[in-house]
């Protein structure tokens, strides 16, 4: 795993189900860190890559959070849900066919690259006087969030399964953008309908979740006898 002990950088691979807060808790306790946090959120819905900064490199979380980010998502075409991804509650099952010609899905998906305003999901954890927008939300409060500028720098169809209406989409995108406001906008020009059924942040910068630990692993080593997750230089 690649940690850099000396810089406090640390990178996890986070699991599914599991919140970004609760990633880091884990990681501190394991690890006997004074402080640390996370440098980019992850959805309890969304796995791969975090990195988590401990101790002096919390001084460098502007940094991180302006890094490119890639992801991969499984975007399931002719379902929506009201939080845009699988946990929602379904708002609309397209009853129409579904064209599955890979060209025109492909050059949809191209038409998502370049700088453009997006709406984040109301449910996110973009914050409105103080509170998450997710939880005024759940409380029953009608929220409006202000577009935000974002670049889509990549964005390329790795393959589909029409059984299950999937396309498999990779996105390389600047800070603060929605992957589930990006399938949203391809449901749209597909007429269909869109959300994001799974989604994995696969790299941050120059990091990649192949270097990262996965907390199970590291739960084991913990489990043994071991120190938990080890640094290293480099």
Known sequence: MQVRADEGIILVDKPLGWSSQKTVTRIKRQLGLAKAGHAGTLDPLATGLLIILADAATKRFAEFQQLKKEYVAEIELGRET???????????????????????????????????????????AVKVAGMTAYKRTLRGEKVELKPRKITVYEAEVLGTDTEKKLVKVRFV?????????????????????????????TQIGKWRVEEAEKIEDSDRRESGGGTGISGRDG
């Open 82 to 124: 009201d939080t845009g991804d699988a946990g929602g509650r379904v708002i609309r099952i397209y009853g129409g066919k579904i064209g599955w010609e890979e060209r025109e899905i492909a050059d949809e998906v191209k038409k998502l690259v370049g700088e453009q305003w997006q709406v984040p999901p109301v449910y996110s």
């Open 173 to 201: 995108v600047s800070s603060g953008t929605y992957i589930r406001s990006l399938a949203t906008e391809l449901g749209k020009r597909r007429g269909c309908g869109a959300m994001v059924a799974s989604l994995r942040r």
